[in-house]
């Protein structure tokens, strides 16, 4: 990921989280299958439960970042650890239920995000304060996230 501003298209926001979750899904339907080792991308090392958590923590960051602009606030402090860190619990061997978790977590997030952008007005998706990111471009980076799964794959 680099500090460039997001791309976008043509796509409605809320159907890029939309497509991004349900690819990302898609890969994680085969991670049951996941041999313990994990997978070195952009010299940074990604398991099933890793890449998970990331895309997780990446819509529920953006859209903080969109709530607090649609409520005229500051966002908070960007304060992740992101990527950088493996945890323990990243090691984990990802289960059935894990999947199962994971599709319920990201789905819900993807929902939240449909309603949030609901509230953004077609004029107010390509606007913001300064060097913020715009509504449309906070969903665009937000539906990069699949970018952690492809880290993974689709595992034979």
């Not at 649609?70 to 960007?78: E, F, K, Q, S, Y």
């Not at 449309?136 to 990069?144: D, H, K, N």
């Amino acid at each position: 990921m680099t500090d460039e501003r997001p791309r976008i298209d043509d796509r409605d926001p809320a159907d890029a989280i939309d497509q991004m979750v349900e690819h990302v899904l898609r890969l994680a339907e085969t991670w049951t299958r996941w041999d313990g080792v994990p997978v070195t991308s952009g010299g940074r090392s990604y398991t099933p439960h890793k890449a998970i958590r990331r895309v997780a923590d990446h819509l529920l960051d953006h859209l903080a970042q969109l709530d607090a602009h649609v409520a005229g606030t500051a966002p908070l402090a960007d304060r992740w650890h992101g990527s950088s860190i493996t945890t323990a619990a990243d090691l984990a061997p990802f289960s059935r239920e894990d999947r199962d978790e994971s599709r319920s977590r990201l789905e819900r997030l993807a929902q939240l995000w449909r309603s949030r952008l609901t509230e953004v007005s077609a004029e107010a998706m390509d606007r913001a304060d300064g060097d913020a990111y715009t509504p449309r471009e906070m969903a665009f980076c937000a539906a990069g996230s699949d970018f952690y799964a492809e880290a993974i794959g689709m595992l034979n």
